[in-house]
């Protein structure tokens, strides 16, 4: 099945830093969706990207789309403390949606 | 709107049993989808439905079985309940189309001894 892995699997920072997790596919997406999902809840919908290069903000947050559409990245700036959670990318490949291992963002006051 | 509601939020079963996961949503969406999400494992897919009548494997269907009767409802049901299978489980619904994200349900946590 389609692979996307994401890196790193765990991320720690001060808040006040900058955060950033990356998903990589072997294959040209179609299209990338990220996701937060907060400790005990269950995954949100952030934002989907699908034009080769795109670049979306979303406040703090800025998602990019590879020119090749193989990788995609979220960057947080100036994390706060309600950043906490894990960060998911996913992509379909026909019907089926496959989601990163994501990444866990612990946030350090 | 009540979005994805999965009943019930915990459940313990023994080696064998078998059980049924619920899952109901109210915006009339084409897409359903069954997730398993394991520490470090992400969120796996085991079953899909693209509408009324219409289902299909996952990642990792075996053990499971689901069903389609209606738009609103998609079941999950777990045959014989395997050590395996304990996991949390997400139900997740969108329109029919690329260009929609999911909406998941609050999940099912379940424990299999």
């Known amino acids: 099945g389609q692979q996307v892995m994401q890196i790193p699997q765990y991320q720690h920072v001060q808040e006040g830093e900058d955060f950033t997790t990356y998903c990589n596919s072997s294959?040209?997406?179609?299209?990338i969706q990220w996701y937060k999902q907060r400790p005990g809840g269950h995954p949100v919908f952030l934002i989907q990207l699908v034009k080769s290069g795109e670049v979306k903000k979303q406040k703090r947050l800025t998602f990019q789309f590879g020119e090749a559409k193989k990788n995609s990245s979220l960057h947080i700036t100036a994390t706060q403390t309600t950043d906490v959670g894990t960060y998911f990318c996913?992509?379909?490949?026909?019907?089926?949606?496959?989601f990163g291992t994501g990444t866990s963002l612990t946030v350090i006051p | 709107n009540a979005g994805v509601t999965q009943t019930p939020k915990f459940q313990v079963l023994k080696t064998g049993q078998s059980m049924t996961l619920q899952c109901a949503q109210d915006m009339n969406h084409e897409y359903m989808s069954w997730y398993r999400q394991d520490p470090g494992m992400g969120l796996r897919l085991i079953h899909y439905?693209?509408?009324?009548?219409?289902?299909d494997q996952g990642e990792v269907p075996n053990g499971y079985n689901v069903s389609r009767s209606t738009t609103e409802d998609f079941p999950l049901r777990l045959l014989s309940a395997a050590p395996s299978q304990t996991s949390v489980y997400f139900c997740?619904?969108?329109?029919?189309?690329?260009?929609?994200?999911?909406?998941f349900g609050s999940g099912t946590r379940l424990t299999v001894v």
């Open positions: 294959t040209t997406l179609s299209n």
């Open positions: 997740a619904s969108s329109p029919w189309g690329e260009k929609y994200g999911y909406t």
């Open positions: 439905s693209v509408g009324a009548g219409i289902t």
């Open positions: 996913a992509a379909n490949t026909g019907n089926q949606f496959y």
